[in-house]
Each structure stands twice: as structure tokens, then as C-alpha cells.
């Protein structure tokens, strides 16, 4: 069997969207003839969620190196004063949370010294293990995942001292792109530069999205066009097996799961349910919405306005997550309209999928729109729209009330974004990088 080092920050305890992708891979794997060996971080991580859970999925059989890491953000949270569950970038702050000098001088430090970002101290101590595990288990290929994008730095240095091929793998943009720091002249042209040396230096090199693709190589022509590759973020069949399914009783269910900060947020749905209220008063003892997972405490205010309708869960381990979206009438998506944004396909869109539930997308046109509409799995709404939010929201309502709230597309026509299929799609990449070298 052929052997991989599999280099990311994220991976169980991990929890979070950014866990998944890699998680998957190094369930599958092993099925296509490749084993994977995982460098990771240790329980000093500064993880936004964790979810212990999701260890059962790791096959007992993969090896699992955790190397220390110094996380400046505990320092971080110390001197800002923020939670354990708050974000620890500006960029997904509120308005509301953007008005504090420590925050901006925070930012600043971060835009200025962490370069490619906060994790930039992990690639010592990660290269010296990654390297004795490449002796030691003979290793045939490397595979790095970001963000963050020292992961990728690690890939690089390690590919120039092993001569190894190297695949690096985009699940976010880089320079610019929404979480990343906005940095002054010099930070920016060394971000720029590691961005650049990293694509230059892969044999390959995967993104999730087109979206994330043009993004990269809009500052970076040169690339050769050969070497990218789409992989897309996907949904587990698996995942959906033996959950808990039961009927949402006398009440229409909307359910939103993942993080609400910054931007993205839930002001515009909340509208819409005002005016839907007002309109016709009736709805309002038959529907619930929920928002399963954290919420900035801007949000949370909001809330209480609604009350008697609006729920919020706290973050859940994952499989308790997949259980309140089978148990939904519709799921909710919202992406922001950023111009970037045109571009992302969200791994929560891809669950959604997963659990073959109609979707109310509060979105810009881009991939998101467009494979909701291919798939014909929901209606698509531009985010500020509240006229046509509350629309599509009581066309659904009334559905439900009618007994004819239905999906229409089958199974057979999403297995293509199943995990399994996708990880599939990864080990041709993986054997032709070997045939070549």
C-alpha cells in the first residue's frame, strides 16, 4: 500500500467546518490502496470548536502524530477579554464588536508579525516530526490542507528537503480572501510571496471551488493551468445512517446549522419573519426557526425580540447537528454578498445536500446559487431581499401546511459529492503524481 503524510492543523478533537474535508480523506483512503499518516497539532490547539466525537471516525489504524504548537491567540483572548467560542479575527467581528482599540491594535500585531498566520509557529516543530516520519515510515507523497496556510509552508519545506511529490490543497483563497488580515505594504508583498512560492512549488494543486481557483490565480497567472485540479467538499452517506429521524410534529422547522458572525448573520431572515408575522398572524404559533451552533451575542439580542419562534442551540458534536437538520421542514444557507463570495460552496451546503432537505439560500449569484438550482434542491434569494425572503418562506410554509413540501431530486443524482466518490477522485491525483515521479 502507498503512503501519504497528510499535514493539517484541523483534525479531531478538532470540530468546525474545516475539519471534514480532511477527516474524510483519511477515512477513505485506506479503500483506494493509499495509507494515510496525519500530522496535526496537539491539545494545545486553539480550535473554535471541538468535538471529541468525531475521533470514532478515525480508522484504528491510522497513525496520528501531534506536535506541540505555540497559540498566540490564548494571549489573544487573555488581553481582548474574548470567550473561548468568540472569533479571534477582526474580520468576523459585528460592527457592534469592531469599536474596541484592543482589537484593532490586535489585528494590527496579527497583520503585521503572523505571516502566513497565527500558526506560523507550528512549522519548526511540525517539519522536524514530519521529516522523521518520512524516514521512518516511507513515505510516497505529501498532501497539505489550509487554511492555515503554514500547513502549506510545511509542504513546501518538506518537499525541498525529501525531493517527495507535494499536493497542496485549497479549501479558502489566500491573500485577501474574507478571514485573512488586511496588511500594509510589507506584510502584504511577503504574504503575497509565500502565496506565490507555494503554487509555484507544488506538483499539484486542488481548490473546493472554481470560486477559490480564479481567486488564486487572479494575482497569480503565471501558474500552469495542468497542475489544478476541483475537488469539491462533499456530504458522508454514512453520516446520515441510524441519526434519529422523527416527524417536526404541528410545527413548519426551519433550521440554520454553523456560525453566524460578522456578515453573515441572520438580520435580514428576522425581517422577513416580522413582516411575515404581520401579514398573516396565524403563521407565527406554527413555525419555528433554529440556529444550531455559535452566534455572536449581537445576534443573540436580536433573538429575544423573537422569542416564542426563534430557538438557538449552542455548538453540538457533529452527528447532533445532522440530527436537527433531518429533523427540519427547510434548511437555511446564508451567504453574505460580498463580491468574493460568489465564488465559495460552503461544506454546510454540501451536508445539506447530504440530507436531501429543500434549502432557502440567502445568497449571491455564483456556484452556490447555481447548484442549488442544477440540483433543483431550493430557492435561491439575494441576502437583502426581505420582500422575497419572505416570499419563498411562506410558499414553503404553505407547502408544509398542504402536505406537498417535497424534495424532487433523488438520490442517485448527488452521489457524485458523496465523500467516498470525492476521495476516489483525490487517489487518481495521488497515482498520477507517482507514475510521474
Partial sequence: MKKVLVISYYFPPSGGAGVHRILKFVKYLPEFGWQPFVL??????????RDVSLLKEVPENIEIFRTKIFEPYNLYRKI?????????DIASLTKEAKKSLTDKFSEWIRATFFIPDARCFWKIPAVKQATKIIKERDINLIFSTAPP?????????????????????FRDSWVGWLSTPKRWFLPHVIDSYFERSVLEKADKIIAVSNGVKKDLLSRNPHIDLK??????????????????????????IL?????????RNPRMILKALKELFDDY??????LKVRFVGRVDPAFLNDFKKFSDVVEHIPYVPHRESIRYMLNSSVLLLIIDAAPVNQGILTGKLF????????????????????????????????PANVTEIKKVLFDYFTQWQNNKLSLKTGRESIQHLERKSLTKDLVKIFDEIIRIY
Avoid at 80 to 88: A, L, M, Q
Avoid at 356 to 366: H, M, S, T
Fill in 40 to 49: 496535526t497539532v496537539n491539545e494545545e490547539a486553539d480550535f473554535p470548536a
Fill in 80 to 88: 481582548t477579554g474574548r470567550g473561548k467560542d468568540e472569533p479571534t
Fill in 149 to 169: 496556510y503554514t500547513c502549506h509552508l510545511i509542504g513546501k519545506t518538506l518537499k525541498k528537503k525529501t525531493g517527495l511529490p507535494w499536493i497542496a490543497d
Fill in 227 to 252: 497542475k489544478w485540479w476541483i475537488i469539491p467538499n462533499g456530504f458522508d452517506e454514512e453520516d446520515f445512517k441510524n441519526v434519529g429521524r422523527k416527524p417536526s410534529g404541528d410545527k413548519f
Fill in 255 to 263: 433550521t440554520y446549522t454553523g456560525s453566524l458572525y460578522g456578515n
Fill in 281 to 286: 398572524p396565524s403563521v407565527r404559533n406554527k
Fill in 351 to 382: 451536508e445539506y445536500i447530504g440530507a436531501q432537505k429543500l434549502i432557502l439560500a440567502l445568497a449571491p449569484e455564483g456556484e452556490a446559487a447555481n447548484l442549488i438550482r442544477k440540483l433543483n434542491i431550493g430557492k435561491v434569494v439575494p
